[in-house]
C-alpha cells in the first residue's frame, strides 16, 4: 500500500511539474504571438532579442529573465517584477516601468531614452553605458 501511495504522489508530482513547464512555455507563445502578456508568468524567460514593440507586460512575473538586445520600444512594463532580469542592450525608447520591480535589472548598454520609472524600485539596478535622454522618475 505504501508502495502505491509513493507512486502515485511520483506521477502527480511529475504532472505538476510537466503542466508548469508547458504553462510557462505557452506565457511565451502567447506574448510573441499577441504581443500581450499581462500578469502573465516568464520567470526564466529566454527571449533573447526579441521583436516586442509595444508589447505590454504589465502586472507580468520576468524574474530572471532574459531580455538582453530585445527590442521593446514603447513596451508596457507597469507594475511588472523585472528582478534580475537581464536587459543589457535593449531598445527600450518610450518604455513604462512605472511602479515596477526592477530590483538588480542589468540595464547596461541599453537605450532608455524617453522612458517613465515613476514610482519604480531600482535597488541594485544597474546602468553601465546606457542611454537615459529624457527618462522620467
Do not use: H, P, W
Not at 502578456?37 to 529573465?65: I, M, P, T
Not at 532608455?112 to 546606457?130: E, I, P, W, Y
Amino acid at each position: 500500500m505504501n508502495r502505491l501511495k509513493s507512486v502515485s504522489s511520483a506521477v502527480a508530482i511529475s504532472l505538476l511539474t510537466f503542466g508548469s513547464v508547458t504553462a510557462e512555455e505557452d506565457a511565451e507563445t502567447r506574448l510573441l504571438e499577441t504581443n500581450k502578456c499581462v500578469k502573465c508568468d516568464l520567470n526564466n524567460a529566454e527571449l533573447e532579442g526579441a521583436k516586442l514593440r509595444r508589447a505590454d507586460f504589465s502586472g507580468a512575473y520576468l524574474y530572471r529573465a532574459n531580455l538582453e538586445y530585445a527590442d521593446l520600444r514603447g513596451a508596457n512594463f507597469t507594475g511588472a517584477d523585472l528582478s534580475n532580469t537581464r536587459l543589457r542592450g535593449a531598445d527600450l525608447r518610450n518604455a513604462i516601468f512605472n511602479g515596477a520591480i526592477l530590483k538588480y535589472t542589468n540595464f547596461g548598454d541599453a537605450d532608455l531614452s524617453g522612458a517613465s520609472f515613476v514610482d519604480a524600485k531600482l535597488r541594485g539596478a544597474r546602468f553601465a553605458n546606457t542611454k537615459v535622454d529624457g527618462i522620467q522618475f
